[in-house]
């Protein structure tokens, strides 16, 4: 399995920190917990505040409530984990072309231009599951 990241890390984004008890729950199905430890701490309710109004709700009613952790952090945890799990990862590198011959996908990355899968999970607004239409 391959992993690339046009990025190198850590890299700098904006983020409040928190993971929801799904993004922890599937956090700990991928073994990623264990390295957090240390660098984590529950929370147990939000609060949103503007122009001097605030509310605040409860989150982690789950087994595994939520979780605050710095981004810099999780992103540590998640490289460390792919490299445990015998995932190939290369940063730095960036997915160009995607095309679809004969209703199967190929993608160009450093010479690798063939998969049985490929992920696209480069944002919210992805340059690569634009190109899947072209
Ligand atoms: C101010 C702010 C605060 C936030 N706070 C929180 C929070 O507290 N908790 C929370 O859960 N969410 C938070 N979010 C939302 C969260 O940041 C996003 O939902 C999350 O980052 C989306 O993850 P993603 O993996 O889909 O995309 P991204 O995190 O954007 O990751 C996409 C990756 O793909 C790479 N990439 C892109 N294009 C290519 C390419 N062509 N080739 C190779 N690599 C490529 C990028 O370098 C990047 O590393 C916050 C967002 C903002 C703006």
């Known amino acids: 399995m ?27 199905d991928l073994g990623v917990l264990p390295a957090l430890e240390g660098f984590s701490a529950p929370v147990s309710s939000l609060r ?5 109004v605030s509310a605040e709700a409860p ?27 015998g995932v190939e ?9 995607l095309r679809r011959i004969d209703g199967r996908f190929s993608i160009d990355v450093e010479g690798v231009t063939d998969a049985r899968m490929i992920v696209a999970a480069d944002g919210l607004r992805s340059g690569v599951r634009a190109r899947r239409r072209r």
């Open 48 to 52: 949103f505040t503007m122009d001097g």
């Open 59 to 85: 989150v982690g009613r789950e087994v595994r409530g939520a979780l605050g952790v710095q981004r810099s952090r999780l992103d540590e945890a998640l490289m460390l984990r792919a490299g445990e799990a």
């Open 2 to 28: 391959l992993l690339i990241d046009r990025s190198t890390f850590p890299k700098r984004k904006s983020c409040g920190e928190g993971l929801f008890p799904r993004g922890v729950a599937e956090l700990a």
């Open 89 to 97: 990862v290369r940063l730095g590198v960036e997915a160009r072309e």
